[in-house]
Nanobody
Framework: QVQLVESGGGLVQAGGSLRLSCVAS????????MAWFRQAPGAGREFVAA????????TYTDSVKGRFTISRDNAVSTMYLQMNSLKPEDTAVYYC?????????????????WGQGTQVTVSS
């Protein structure tokens, strides 16, 4: 059972930045595709970004391209999401997810493991 723990959320003004972290308990972290999703109140879980196991491939939803950067450090079993130029519409609970794979998906059910989420609130 892989455990994922997110941190780094908080309250920030529009235009500000935050960096989210997701630490995995799995020693073979480098074999897992990792992703970030978010869920705003009353909305479904939305794909944000994904990164393959060796970071060769990254992908983003259109609304965050150029503002968010996903990365990972396999040596410390941690994934990151650097979020710049934040907007009020980025307000949501952000979740990290993982699946042992060589590819990725934008669909939540594809992922096997999920963190508990971290709240990001962007004020206008």
């Amino acid at each position: 059972q892989v455990q994922l723990v997110e941190s780094g959320g908080g309250l920030v003004q529009a235009g500000g930045s935050l960096r989210l972290s997701c630490v995995a308990s799995e020693r073979t972290f480098s074999g897992y595709t990792m992703a970030w999703f978010r869920q705003a109140p009353g909305a479904g879980r939305e794909f944000v970004a994904a990164i393959t196991r060796t970071a060769v491939t990254t992908t983003y939803t259109d609304s965050v391209k150029g503002r968010f950067t996903i990365s990972r450090d396999n040596a410390v079993s941690t994934m990151y999401l650097q979020m710049n130029s934040l907007k009020p519409e980025d307000t949501a609970v952000y979740y990290c997810a993982s699946k042992r794979s060589t590819t990725f998906s934008r669909s939540p059910p594809w992922y096997d493991y999920w963190g508990q989420g971290t709240q990001v609130t962007v004020s206008s």
